[in-house]
């Protein structure tokens, strides 16, 4: 456990980054929804997303606590998760649980890294924001399903999650040039690897492809 | 508080259109969220849609308890609930809180009035998931902020009630066309008052419209 330190302005960058996170897949899961095949579906996923709206409110409250208006710290992120998600509109549900699947993973993982350049509370606050691991079940089921009907989806979605990963680094980098001082917490912070964090990123991320049967 | 009694039918009808509601509610309300004019609101109706999905686990967990699948005592609501919100898909901000609190604060009445139809548990379940009042005044306070901008947004907004009101009783004929059960549980009620009801349903929502400066 690190030590209690006095937030920096950059703290509230990453908890405004994490919560704008949120909220958007929120919205997003919950539009994608529609595509479900039935109502079992449907609902499922429509919880999956009310679950990340209760993290968002831990998070706004975090920051309203740290004296940051939510909407300020998220503002900077708007324009490049917007992009992201604009960028990947799901055509089906395989590509719908695909992109919860390989999106939740991916923003788990990379929380998980920093969230040692943070102090307590905002360390135990972001670590307990991952996602249930029981959604994750649930769609790589999915996508396990989709694959079992027909091989060919494989090579799809396959192509698909390279898609998803691919735009997300774009938005990533635009990000990271654009927010200085959160770059600045993740790079300089000796408790975080940089080089080691997306070598870890990416092999988690082909050991969870091969789970569900897509190749990376 | 009634008497307990063995769960009918017509029980599994209700709570599936409960549960229904609630599931359609939230993809609405996560869906025009991207309509709010700022991250502050279009978080708040998020967090009012996300509140809908945890009313919608609790009636599913009781229809599975019942021994029926909730998306089996759902399936009879699709086509008209659809119908009610694809005729109803708010233009701007202003109609969707407008829609969100005429909608929940009926929704809500209609729930009050047939509760005593039912026994316990299930009588106490829905009234349980009634809204948050919270919900119901962010709402009214954003419709009287959009009036206080621009008087003639009263009469836009007026007309947009009027019509909600007008397609949410034309599906609720249809339902209660469809399915005589759950029409007979209400009607036959020794409990429920059904001329009473309308009548009730109607005078309220007319003091809500009053309440937020448009007319009936």
């Known amino acids: 456990m690190s030590a209690p330190t006095t937030p920096g302005p950059a703290v509230a960058d990453l908890l ?18 529609r595509l479900a095949p039935d109502l079992r579906r449907r609902a499922a996923l429509s919880e999956m997303a009310a679950a990340e709206i209760a993290n968002y409110r831990r998070l706004a409250d975090r920051l309203t606590a740290l004296g940051v208006p939510p909407e300020d710290a998220m503002a900077p992120y708007l324009a490049p998760l917007q992009a992201y998600h604009d960028s ?41 924001v991952l996602h249930d691991s029981r959604y994750a ?41 654009e927010r200085a001082a959160l770059t600045a917490l993740i790079a300089q912070d000796d408790r975080v690897d940089v080089p080691g964090l997306f070598r870890r990123l990416t092999a988690a991320h082909t050991t969870r492809m091969a789970a569900v049967g897509l190749n990376n």
């Not at 405004?16 to 929804?33: I, N, Q, S, T």
């Not at 992109?99 to 307590?120: P, Q, S």
């Not at 989806?153 to 898609?163: C, E, G, I, K, P």
Request: net charge negative.
């Open 16 to 33: 405004g980054l994490v919560a704008f996170g949120e909220l958007l897949a929120f919205e997003r899961m919950a539009g994608d929804a």
């Open 88 to 128: 990947t509109e799901p055509r089906d549900w395989a590509e719908v649980v695909t992109k919860a699947y390989v999106g939740d993973a991916i923003t788990d993982d990379f929380i998980r890294e920093i969230a040692d350049a943070l102090g307590d509370p905002d360390r135990e606050l972001v670590l307990d």
């Open 137 to 177: 079940e649930f769609a790589a089921a999915e996508i396990r399903v989709a694959v079992a009907a027909d091989p060919r989806v494989a090579d799809r979605l396959s192509m698909w999650a390279r898609r998803l990963v691919g735009e997300a680094l774009s938005q990533a980098g635009r990000v990271a040039a």
